[in-house]
Each structure stands twice: as C-alpha cells, then as structure tokens.
C-alpha cells in the first residue's frame, strides 16, 4: 500500500476512494444521457437479465497473475454495452462489479464496482452516439465500445495497483501485460 508523508494518511486512502466516487458520477451521467423508453426497457428485458446472469456466471472465474486478476465479467459486460442502452449496461456493469467484492484487495473490496459501471454505461453512450451518425456504420460503435473498455479497464487496473503497491505504473504495467497475460486476454 502506497504511504503518505509522515503524519498524514496513506495516499490510497484517500485516492481510491475519490477515484470511485468519481468514476461512479461520470457513470451516472452516462446513464442519465442514454435516456430509455418503458418500449426499451420491455424490448431490451431479457437481453439484460440474460447478461446479468452471464456476469454472475463468469464472475466466479478468476485467474490471479502476478499483478492483479484476469476476470471473464468483460465478455459479458462488452456484449451489454453493443447491445443495450446506457441505463441498462450500466446495471449489467453493477452487477458484474458487485461480484468482485470477495476477490478486491483488504479493506478495498469496493474496488472497482464503481470502474466497471462506468465503462460498461459510458461505451454503451459512446456506441448509441457513434451508431446515431448517419455517415457511421454501427460497427464502428462497437468498435469503439471494444476498445473503450479495454483501455479504461487497464488504466484503472493500473492506476489502482500502483497507488496500492506504490509502485510506478510502468513497472506495474511491465510486468503485468507479459506474453501470457495477453495471450490470455486475447484468447477471452
């Protein structure tokens, strides 16, 4: 766990959880962008409560590496966000980070719920903003959603490690995405 300077509190401890608080309000705004009809919610119904238990499922998939976990959620967050409207991703992202909360780091199991709800609601954002320009193929939105997630993924996971560990984000990064690693992400 990263220190603070003598007298004051760790930096994590207040770090963290400002980073959460944060990312959970700039899901919000997603989600309160991505407006949706009762048409929707009915249309998109089972769709969601399919993901939602797809999440639950790969939630009890965890591989530990030597910095941090590869978790399968993101297959079925990934599908939420190029197939659902914002307010209903971002409820598959919740639940998907709830079912972190046995493998966070101590006195952090919070860590990341508030992540994966803000990349899952505001790839689902982009993917309906991108998909709504007449001159876009809606592939490129979930293209977009791909790799928005990816990229916010591993900088929060980076981020979070190395103000957990105190070690700088290169290192964490060096000896995090190894050739095993990304063939392991590559292959989910």
Known sequence: ???GRSGTAPVSRVS???IEVVLA???CLAIAAGRMSPFELGRAAPESLFLAVLVLFFGFFVVRLDRGYLRLTMIGTQAAAMLLPPPLAGVVGLIAGISWFRHGPAGYRYLGVEATVFWTSTAAYFRVEVGSQPYLPAS???LVVAVWMTVANWAHTLAALSILTGEP???IA???FGRSCLAAFAYF
């Open 25 to 27: 309000l700039a899901a």
């Open 1 to 3: 766990m990263g220190g």
């Open 174 to 176: 060096r000896k995090a």
């Open 169 to 171: 984000v290169a290192q």
């Open 16 to 18: 963290i959880p400002i």
């Open 140 to 142: 490129v939105g979930i």
